[in-house]
């Protein structure tokens, strides 16, 4: 099965809407990135984590590697929050990141 | 906010042709790492580099992809005879290193094969 379950894969919200996402790992995850694509494929870092959270603006993340999840949280979402969100794991000294498959965020005015 | 540039931008190869892209890394990161990502956005881990020393690579990378990090030189990933399964997105990113850290991305190589 696959090491890093995002979900939901896709997601619509309305502009000033508040939502989550969430990643569960198989692997014992010591280290978490959140990125954003955009649709031309470059990827932006949101957030590098050790256990723990993170708030950056209207973005904010958290990563328990003892329940083996995290979230990253988008309060008053705009439309250029548009775009792939995914999360990469690593697990123990095997510094080789394992990514989600994604979950699409389309926000609409 | 990546300095990690790659080249070119998009690549059209015919079956069994080469196909050859590059990174700089941005400056300082002694780590780049390879990614391939296909059109269900799945990432595969094909090689990383420290310096201009293989870390790990994957047996595909083995086989029919090569790849380098030369000193003062752009890193390069080539595949020696495109196949249609080939055509994805190839991704660059380069780290600090000295551990679990942050990767940059590149705007990647969007690689067709006819």
């Known amino acids: 099965g696959d090491k890093v379950k995002q979900s939901p894969s896709a997601l619509s919200l309305q502009e000033g809407t508040n939502s989550a996402l969430r990643c569960n790992f198989s692997i014992a995850a010591t280290t978490v990135q959140w990125f954003l694509q955009n649709p031309r494929g470059s990827l932006m870092n949101l957030f590098y984590l050790v256990p723990g959270t993170k708030e950056n603006g209207r973005l904010k993340s958290a990563f328990d590697s003892k329940e083996s999840y995290s979230t990253l949280h988008i309060r008053d979402a705009q439309l250029e929050d548009s775009g792939t969100y995914f999360c990469a794991a690593v697990s123990g000294g095997n510094y080789k990141p394992t990514f989600g498959k994604g979950t699409s965020l389309v926000v609409h005015p | 906010n990546s300095k990690v540039i790659q080249t070119p931008r998009y690549l059209v190869k015919g079956q069994g042709q080469k196909a050859k892209m590059r990174c700089i890394p941005e400056k300082g990161h002694p780590v780049v790492f390879w990614y391939q990502q296909n059109k269900n956005n799945e990432f595969k881990f094909l090689i990383n580099?420290?310096?201009?020393?293989?870390?790990?690579q994957i047996d595909m990378t083995e086989k029919r992809f090569s790849a380098e990090c030369p000193s003062n030189s752009p890193c390069s990933l080539e595949i020696q005879s495109s196949e249609a399964g080939d055509s994805a997105l190839y991704l660059c990113?380069?780290?600090?290193?000295?551990?679990?850290?942050?990767?940059?991305f590149g705007s990647g190589t969007r690689l067709t094969v006819l």
């Open positions: 580099f420290q310096n201009q020393e293989v870390l790990q």
């Open positions: 990113a380069s780290s600090p290193g000295g551990g679990a850290e942050t990767l940059y």
